[in-house]
């Protein structure tokens, strides 16, 4: 604040109005509310099992689970969901062919849910990583580097299968160049003009992602493989704003930075430099960090779950993906 001298103590008494319950609330500056939260959710094939031991109290739903899970979390107040699907192993492949089957897990469980709740908001992460026999989330070539346009051409049909099957935020998550502006031409093109492109624009190689790569299967087929050709160096972070710059002139409706907690940074120099809405996605690793260190008691979990989320807000996301969305809209219920 240019404009700001202070006369001291004791005219300056920060205590003054932080000294009742009332005084904190009126003067806080940053709110959070069910509007602002998207509950990720892994999904799987009906034979496939549930449990993901790397993310306590979390599990994979079968669709039919799913639509049962849903009506309880809507009337809680969560208005939009992610899905992430677990193929069986038997459906991957080299080129992830199963990725752009009109009739994969998620095109199926997209349906459904556009039928049960026409209102819910379900975003489709659009990458390759869950259906490759790699890990990787893009195709390779004959070097066994990752074919940027190849892979284009793949986000390209899962992206119109997507919006066929009843999408409305389609979201490329994988750090090719040019995905946002392919996708948008065609969706375009296909006259889905009416679908939001939510880019994962500033997507870092980062190493908290491992237990949403175990819940997807892909961890193994991964193995120590690393993502650093493609997502970006998280020691960069105008890199990171050039990225969200270059998909919003691509046609990105919504930018996003993931994670969340450590890249606050990056988060604020987004939104002080766009003017489409920012999204922050605090990821496995770090619901998984605070939900171990609560469960063993050395954090309390409400607490230090609200403080995380609260502080992505106050960075400047519009919306949070975060792993206890559902669990927060029991305690703020808006
Ligand atoms: C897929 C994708 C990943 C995540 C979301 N979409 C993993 C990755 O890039 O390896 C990570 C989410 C999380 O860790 O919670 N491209």
């Known amino acids: 604040m240019k404009n700001f001298v202070s006369r001291g103590f004791p005219f300056h008494r920060g205590r003054r109005l932080r000294s009742s319950n009332n005084l904190r609330n009126i003067v806080s500056e940053t709110h959070l509310t069910c509007n602002d939260l998207v509950m990720p959710y892994f999904i799987r094939e009906e034979d496939d099992s549930a449990a993901i031991y790397v993310m306590k109290d979390l599990q994979r739903f079968s669709i039919s689970e799913l639509v049962r899970e849903l009506e309880q979390v809507m009337k809680n107040g ?15 492949s080299e080129n992830a062919d199963e990725s752009f089957n009109k009739n994969n897990l998620v095109c199926r469980c997209l349906k459904l ?22 890990g990787h989330d893009g195709v390779l070539d004959s070097k066994k580097n990752i074919h940027n346009d190849k892979t284009l051409d793949i986000l390209i049909k899962m992206s119109i299968n997507f919006a066929e099957a009843g999408c409305k935020i389609i979201a490329p998550s994988d750090m090719m160049d040019g995905r946002v502006k392919v996708i948008r031409e065609s969706l375009e093109s296909k006259n889905f003009s ?19 790569r175990d819940a997807l299967g892909s961890q193994n087929n991964l193995g120590s493989s690393k993502k650093n050709s493609y997502q970006i160096d998280f020691r960069n972070s105008r890199e990171a704003l050039k990225e969200s710059i270059e998909d919003i002139y691509e046609g990105a409706d919504i930018v996003m930075i993931k994670p969340a907690g450590y890249y606050l940074d990056v988060i604020k120099e987004v939104k002080q430099n766009c003017l489409i809405p920012v999204a922050a996605y605090q990821v496995s690793g770090e619901y998984s960090l605070i939900k171990n260190a609560s469960d063993n008691k050395i954090i309390n979990f409400k607490e230090c779950v609200l403080e995380s989320l609260y502080c992505i807000k106050r960075a400047g996301a519009d919306i949070i993906f975060s792993y206890f969305s559902s ?7 808006k």
Request: aromatic residues 14%; contains cysteine; charged residues 25%.
């Open 194 to 212: 009416d679908i939001s492109i939510l880019s994962y624009s500033s997507k870092f190689c980062s190493n908290f992602y491992s237990p949403f």
């Open 327 to 333: 669990e927060v809209a029991k305690w703020i219920k």
């Open 113 to 134: 849910l556009k039928k049960e709740f026409p209102e819910l908001i379900v975003i489709c992460d659009v990458a390759l990583d869950a259906y490759t026999t790699h």
């Open 78 to 92: 969560i208005k939009a969901i992610a899905l992430f699907p677990k193929i069986g192993e038997a459906k991957k």
